[in-house]
């Protein structure tokens, strides 16, 4: 088996180009709104999820999923669309993580999730990192992206 699939991810990103490796391996990760939190005094923004291990899947065959934290520092402001913050049992799909430079190196990562929801940071720059927190388990299947 692969080492890479054995052993737990952990990246950061301090530009935009680290931020698609790091948004790549977040695609498809379950999040509960239960487990975000935006702290504003450490200017931090924070999120457990359950990631779908692309690496496993496709080196090893085996779908699988792993708990990851994911933070974001230096966020000056954050806001959501699309879902309510104290509904704390809504499910989110992660799609992809981006950023958008506003006047460098400050700008607004963006979390897109399914059902046209969002999480949008405004940070001073970019400062995000993402480890698995523990063992793999298996997936019941692999992530579906249904064209509509």
């Not at 799909?93 to 963006?110: K, Q, R, W």
Request: aromatic residues 8%.
């Amino acid at each position: 088996m692969n080492s890479a699939v054995k052993n737990p991810l952990k990246l950061i990103a301090l530009d935009a180009d680290d931020l698609s490796v790091l948004s790549a391996h977040m695609q498809d990760a379950a999040a509960r709104v239960a487990d975000m939190a935006y702290l504003p005094a450490e200017k931090r923004f924070a999120m457990l999820v359950n990631r779908f291990d692309w690496l496993a899947a496709v080196g090893a065959g085996v779908p699988q999923r792993r708990r990851t934290g994911v933070h974001f520092d230096r966020v000056m402001k954050a806001r959501v669309r699309g879902f309510d913050l104290g509904d704390k049992s809504k499910s989110l799909n992660l799609l992809a993580v981006e950023f958008a430079e506003a006047s460098a190196p400050a700008g607004t990562v963006t979390l897109y999730f399914s059902g046209d929801a969002a999480v949008q940071l405004e940070v001073e720059c970019l400062e995000a990192a993402i480890s698995d927190l523990g063992p793999a388990w298996p997936a019941n299947e692999y992530p579906r992206h249904d064209e509509s």
